[in-house]
C-alpha cells in the first residue's frame, strides 16, 4: 500500500497571507489527524477528522482549520499566517475507529512564514 | 485532556548500552501506548505499541514496559547501535480521543 501522501513538501509564504495543506492518507484508512511541529515543542495536536467529520480538536486558535472529504483526503488551513506558524504539518491516518490503531505520518509539509 | 510527560529530554550512551525512557500519563482511562521514533529530516515510524491489558511487550532489541496503577510506561532498548540515535516521542491514546504526544527524547548512541 502506499504510504501517507502530504502535498506540498515545502511552502513559504509571508504574513497576513492563507495556505492550504493536503493529505491522502493510506488506502482504506479513515481517521485524518493534524500535527505541528516545532523544535523543542514535540507534536502538537491540531485535529482529528473521521468519515468526514471533525472528531477531535486541539487548542489551536481558529485560524487553523480542516475539512475532509468522501474520499477520507483532507485538508488543512491556516489563515492570516503569523511568523509563529513556521513548522513541520504532519498527517497520520489510521485505520480504524477505535484507540488501538496506530497512526501512520506522511513526511510532512514545511511552511516557513516570512 | 490527556497530558504525556517524558524524560529525560536528551539522552547519550555508549554503543553497546542500554537506554531507558520514561514517560507518564495523566488520563488513567487510556489504553494504547505506542512509541515512534524519528530520524532527522524523516516522518516519525511506530517501534512498538502497547494496549492497557498487557504488562509488558518485546520486539528484538525493544521492550515496553507499562504500570498502570502509577500510570507511568517505558522505552528498553538494549544493545544500542549508532542507528538506533534518533528523537523517540511516546504517546498515548483513549478510545476515539486524540492521541497525545511526549515532548519527545533525543537519543544519541557514541560509537
Known amino acids: 500500500k502506499a504510504g501517507v501522501t502530504q502535498t506540498p513538501r515545502y511552502l513559504i509564504k509571508t504574513r497576513g497571507q492563507q495556505v492550504t495543506l493536503s493529505c491522502s492518507p493510506i488506502?482504506?484508512?479513515?481517521?485524518v489527524s493534524w500535527y505541528q511541529q516545532t523544535p523543542g515543542q514535540g507534536l502538537q495536536f491540531l485535529f482529528e477528522?473521521?468519515?468526514?467529520?471533525?472528531?477531535n480538536k486541539g487548542n489551536f486558535p481558529g485560524r487553523f482549520s480542516g475539512r475532509q472529504f468522501s474520499n477520507s483526503r483532507s485538508e488543512m488551513n491556516v489563515s492570516t499566517l503569523e511568523l509563529g506558524d513556521s513548522a513541520l504539518y504532519l498527517c497520520?491516518?489510521?485505520?480504524?475507529?477505535?484507540?488501538?490503531?496506530?497512526?501512520?505520518f506522511g513526511n510532512g509539509t514545511r511552511l516557513t512564514v516570512t | 485532556g490527556e497530558n504525556v510527560e517524558q524524560h529525560p529530554s536528551t539522552l547519550s550512551v555508549q554503543e553497546g548500552d542500554s537506554a531507558v525512557i520514561k514517560c507518564t500519563y495523566s488520563d488513567s482511562a487510556s489504553n494504547y501506548f505506542p512509541w515512534y521514533k524519528q530520524e532527522l529530516g524523516k516522518r516519525p515510524q511506530l517501534i512498538i505499541d502497547i494496549r492497557s491489558n498487557v504488562g509488558e511487550k518485546k520486539d528484538q532489541r525493544i521492550a515496553v514496559t507499562l504500570n498502570k496503577t502509577a500510570k507511568h510506561f517505558s522505552l528498553h532498548i538494549t544493545e544500542t547501535q549508532p542507528e538506533d540515535s534518533a528523537v523517540y516521542f511516546c504517546?498515548?491514546?483513549?478510545?476515539?480521543?486524540?492521541?497525545?504526544f511526549g515532548a519527545g527524547t533525543r537519543l544519541t548512541v557514541k560509537p
Open positions: 504517546a498515548a491514546r483513549y478510545n476515539n480521543n486524540d492521541m497525545r
Open positions: 488506502s482504506g484508512h479513515r481517521s
Open positions: 477528522y473521521f468519515s468526514e467529520t471533525q472528531r
Open positions: 497520520a491516518s489510521s485505520g480504524s475507529a477505535g484507540s488501538v490503531s496506530p497512526l501512520h
